[in-house]
């Protein structure tokens, strides 16, 4: 079974540059949540969405995070302009429905120079 | 944003030990969920609780809901080198519309 597929994996690119990370869920999960992990703060809620629509964003840092899902099997996740310490690895997971269990993709590692 | 405060922080065990860490948190939650996190890859869901005082297993793995459903242990039976990651627990509320609340994990090392 194909889970949550992230790309890229790794990403290195100067500050002010814009950066997309992609996202494909679990086929037929409903449910699907970005995160930032790092060491200072853990992992941490960015935005989510149900059924294509964003739900909750007040986990999103400012207006250069934006995030979008154009279909049930695609999300996308833009930094821009980029800054060093968005450096993180950030997560995508989905679940088939509110409530049921999260399943990670193995995580786009972004460092901005 | 919040996390729930796990302990302890680290362990070194020797292999064939077993392994006990635990979660608590200041509000309730209506489900836990245990998760490990190797290097390079992605948290995968060990446990999920959905009922307080709910006592679940998986291989050798045991975990608890707390009744006052503020708290959460995990315990890892005859551990072995694989073992070896980082244990992270979260905490759901049915309202909030899955929105996870995560541990600051526990990062296991295990020692032939």
């Known amino acids: 079974d194909a889970g949550v597929i992230q790309s890229p994996r790794h990403e290195v690119t100067e500050m002010g540059q814009e950066v997309t990370l992609r996202c494909k869920p679990i086929?037929?999960?409903?449910?699907l949540f970005w995160y930032r992990q790092t060491m200072m703060r853990g992992l941490e809620l960015l935005i989510y969405?149900?059924?294509?629509?964003?739900?909750?964003d007040s986990g999103m840092p400012e207006d250069r995070f934006s995030a979008k899902m154009p279909n049930a099997s695609f999300s996308t996740l833009k930094i821009q302009p980029s800054e060093p310490r968005d450096s993180a690895v950030y997560f995508c997971?989905?679940?088939?429905?509110?409530?049921?269990?999260?399943?990670f993709g193995d995580g786009t590692r972004l460092s901005i120079l | 944003g919040q996390q729930l405060n796990q302990s302890p922080q680290s362990m070194f065990i020797q292999e064939g030990e077993d392994v006990s860490m635990n979660c608590t948190s200041s509000?309730?939650?209506?489900?836990w969920l245990w998760y490990k996190q190797d290097p390079g890859e992605g948290p995968v869901l060990l446990i999920a609780?959905?009922?307080?005082?709910e006592l679940t297993s998986n291989g050798r793995l045991t975990a608890q809901f707390g009744i006052t459903r503020k708290d959460s242990f995990l315990n890892i039976s005859a551990s072995i080198p694989s073992d070896v990651g980082i244990y992270f627990c979260?905490?759901?509320?049915?309202?909030?519309?899955?929105?996870?609340?995560f541990g600051t994990g526990t990062r296991l090392q295990v020692t032939l």
């Open positions: 997971a989905s679940t088939y429905r509110p409530g049921q269990p999260q399943h």
């Open positions: 086929s037929g999960h409903n449910s």
């Open positions: 969405f149900n059924n294509n629509v964003p739900i909750d």
């Open positions: 509000s309730i939650f209506n489900t």
């Open positions: 609780l959905y009922k307080a005082g």
């Open positions: 979260a905490g759901q509320l049915t309202g909030t519309a899955s929105k996870l609340t």
